[in-house]
């Protein structure tokens, strides 16, 4: 039996149910790569026996399949079978850091420091972080990775004096963390999200193509004086990520 194979997932289907047979197959396979049950590389029981075992036709089990490979949970190799990719990191919006939001999702997060020194902040920068434009700033670049594999280029921008972190820190732990370590509370932040295309150097960055889109992320954190603390500019791939919101109906 192929690791964290299916049969041990206790999957079932509800036939009274108004959802289609192929949506609950795949709500609960996608639940098993979400949860880590179906890590990546695990490779899924043949489409027969998973029919058989639930009671569904093939073409229902293949299009529950397809599905997950159109999101890019899963892939067909051929002589290699139906394997786990990896799962879509589903981001709250609140005050957090990526790397903490990776590690409690059990997604082994890495880093990989593409800058790190002291430069003169843009119009843009200075705006965010209420400094004037020209004076010197700390910048922290990084690509971001989960399970080796590239999901956020993420560049953050801070007080010069605000703290001054050693390249291992920042390798094997979040900004927030170190910030925290160092004395900064947090605690409120501007933040827009957007989207875009990837040029080819993100693209090659990222291991997209050229084209694919790409969610955007600027932020802008405040400690408890008010004092703007840092302004971060992000991209992440939309493949691999997306932001959850909260609404609330106003009374």
């Known amino acids: 039996m192929a690791k964290n194979d299916p049969v041990d997932l206790q999957l079932s289907v509800d036939r009274a149910s108004p959802v289609p047979l192929y949506f609950q197959l795949a709500q609960q396979l996608e639940s098993a790569i979400e949860r880590g049950k179906l890590a990546p590389g695990s490779l899924l029981g043949n489409e027969i026996e998973l029919a058989g075992r639930l009671g569904l036709s093939r073409p229902t089990v293949r299009q529950a399949i397809q ?130 295309i990837a040029d080819e150097a993100e693209a090659e960055l990222l291991g997209e193509t050229e084209g694919a889109p790409l969610l955007t992320m600027e932020r802008t954190t405040y400690d408890d004086t008010g004092r703007a603390v840092e302004y971060g500019s992000h991209l992440y791939r939309a493949s691999r990520y997306s932001f959850d919101f909260q609404l609330l109906v106003r009374p």
């Open 67 to 196: 599905s997950l490979v159109d999101k890019g949970l899963l892939v067909r190799r051929r002589g290699i079978g139906t394997q786990v990719v990896h799962s879509q990191v589903k981001r709250p919006m609140e005050l957090s850091s990526l790397y903490d939001d990776l590690e409690a999702a059990g997604q082994r997060p890495a880093t990989r420091v593409l800058r790190h020194g002291v430069e003169e902040a843009t119009g843009e920068v200075a705006a965010a972080l209420g400094v004037p434009e020209g004076a010197e700033v700390r910048l922290v670049e990084r690509l971001r990775l989960a399970h080796g594999e590239p999901m956020a280029h993420m560049r953050n921008h801070l007080p010069v004096d605000l703290l001054t972190p050693r390249e291992g820190e920042l390798e094997t732990t979040g900004l927030y963390r170190l910030m925290r370590g160092a004395g900064v509370t947090l605690h409120s932040a501007r933040q827009s999200v957007g989207a875009r």
